[in-house]
């Protein structure tokens, strides 16, 4: 059970910059019984076939990512939501080995935490399509060509969801303008954003 994983060993061995933050890491979740894969590119540690936390690098930091953190207490005040619309997830960031070092005590516990959601069975509530605000440029079209609004009310709610954010991140109306337009056909034609 508390075995690496050699298909995951590639990752740890390519990042030069964050090795040694990125073995402690290692080490620290392979300790908490966890079985070490290999998804979405990165280690992802999974209790009885349930992703619990994943580890990943970035520029600035390498992190510990809960993929429910969410739902953990907390305790200490040390998750980080990476954007606003990341609604599950939550991180721990680090610049050195030393800060891994001096909170293995609070990450084991909070890994511990985690599996006991999953084995609680604690769903995240997350919003609905409908709660997010969907932006001005959208909703004129969707005004001005029904058959755009009918098609978009049709997407499932995940579909909804991935063209309103999408359509809202550009700060210019502008750009945004031009990704609806760009999108349109896409969706009447039923599809998601990334569908093919």
């Known amino acids: 059970m508390n075995r690496m994983n050699p298909n995951v060993d590639f990752y740890f061995s390519k990042s030069k910059k964050w090795q040694e933050e990125l073995e402690k890491l ?45 739902l953990l207490n907390d305790a200490n005040g040390i998750l980080i ?23 293995e005590t609070i990450l084991k ?23 997010f605000s969907i932006p001005e440029e959208l909703q004129n079209k969707l005004d001005e060509i029904p058959a755009l609004k009918t098609a978009f009310d049709a997407l499932t709610p995940g579909r909804q969801r991935a063209y309103i954010l999408y359509f809202s991140a550009p ?17 009447l034609n039923g599809k998601g954003l990334n569908d093919q």
């Open 26 to 70: 290692r080490m620290i979740v392979l300790d908490c019984q966890l079985t070490e894969e290999l998804k979405w590119g990165v280690p992802c540690y999974t209790f009885q076939k349930s992703n619990i936390v994943l580890i990943h690098v970035f520029k600035e930091y390498c992190a510990l990512l809960f993929i429910k953190g969410a």
């Open 81 to 103: 939501t990476q954007t606003e619309n990341v609604q599950a997830a939550r991180q721990v960031r680090f610049a050195n080995v030393q800060e891994i070092v001096e909170m």
């Open 109 to 131: 516990a909070y890994i511990y935490e985690a599996i006991e959601v999953e084995k609680a069975g604690l769903k995240v509530n997350y919003k609905k399509a409908t709660e």
């Open 171 to 187: 700060k210019q109306s502008k750009t945004r303008e031009s990704r609806v337009e760009k999108s349109m056909q896409q969706i």
